[in-house]
């Protein structure tokens, strides 16, 4: 089966990123590198986790005029992720902008484009925050319109909650990959996740990849949890 493992090096410096990803390695299909350790480490960080052997998912959620997205999105390529996110409340030219320049680039390169994702409506965000924000107020209902956007923009897949992973599924086309954060076994604490599921229930809600930070990183032993988690995925077929 393919391996759905992506863990989130959310760590402040390269030499502990470095070190997680080196133990848990053989369990781990790709690294997320987001805003704190691209800020700290640089483009560098990249290199060095693709010498693993791992892609990386390049987490930045880019939000900015079309012509801005494209150009960094067109830097993340020639960095060689494999994996970067995008604001889908960023527009339709935004999110175009974004797909086309992945795939341009990747293409001039002669190498696969990247995935590019769609985040929709932070998982933070509730129905206050949104009528703050003026418009639509129900999250669901908010989702919805912003993944519909994000592929009717030709964009290939979306981070979502395992929570919103069912209405997802039964609203889009098939063929789109969901990648999903808030994952938790049961044996650690839920830290700041609310409401999470596990990765055997994520996996047969339909999740095509599954972010996991802290259960790994911060177990005692990551390369254990990273194989535990591995191994309690292996009987469970992949949602097409
Ligand atoms: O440590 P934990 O497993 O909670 O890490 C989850 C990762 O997924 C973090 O990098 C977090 O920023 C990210 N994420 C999330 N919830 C979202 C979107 C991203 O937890 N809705």
Redesign the pocket.
């Known amino acids: 089966m393919r391996n759905p493992i992506i863990l ?1 090096l ?1 760590l402040p410096t390269s030499e502990e990123a470095l070190a997680v990803a080196q133990a848990v390695v053989p369990w781990v299909r790709a690294f ?1 590198v ?1 805003k704190e350790l691209f800020v700290s480490s640089g483009p560098r960080i990249v290199e060095q986790l693709r010498a693993t052997g791992a892609s990386v998912f390049l ?1 930045l959620k880019f939000h900015d005029i079309p012509n801005t997205v494209a150009k960094a999105v067109a830097a993340a390529v020639r960095l060689d992720v494999q994996m970067l996110t995008v604001h889908c409340s960023g527009g339709r030219a935004m999110l175009a902008a974004a797909e086309a320049a992945a795939q341009n680039t990747a293409s001039a390169l002669g190498i696969h484009p990247p995935l590019v994702l769609g ?1 929709t409506v ?3 965000m509730d129905t206050h925050t949104l009528s703050e924000l003026g418009g639509e107020t129900d999250p669901a209902a908010q989702v919805e319109r912003l993944a519909r956007l994000a592929v009717g923009a030709g964009l290939r897949g979306l ?3 395992p929570r919103e992973l069912a209405q997802l599924r039964h609203q889009l086309p098939e063929g789109i990959q969901y990648v999903t ?4 076994t049961g044996a650690e604490p839920p ?3 609310k409401r999470t599921l596990s990765p055997q229930e994520a996996m047969e809600a339909g999740a095509t990849w599954l ?8 177990a005692p032993d990551p390369a254990a949890a990273a194989h535990r988690i591995w191994s309690s995925i292996q009987s469970i077929p992949a949602t097409p």
């Open positions: 989130a959310d997320k987001g987490d985040v932070l998982t933070s981070v979502c909650s954060p808030g994952i938790r830290d700041d996740q972010v996991i930070g802290r259960p790994i990183y911060a």
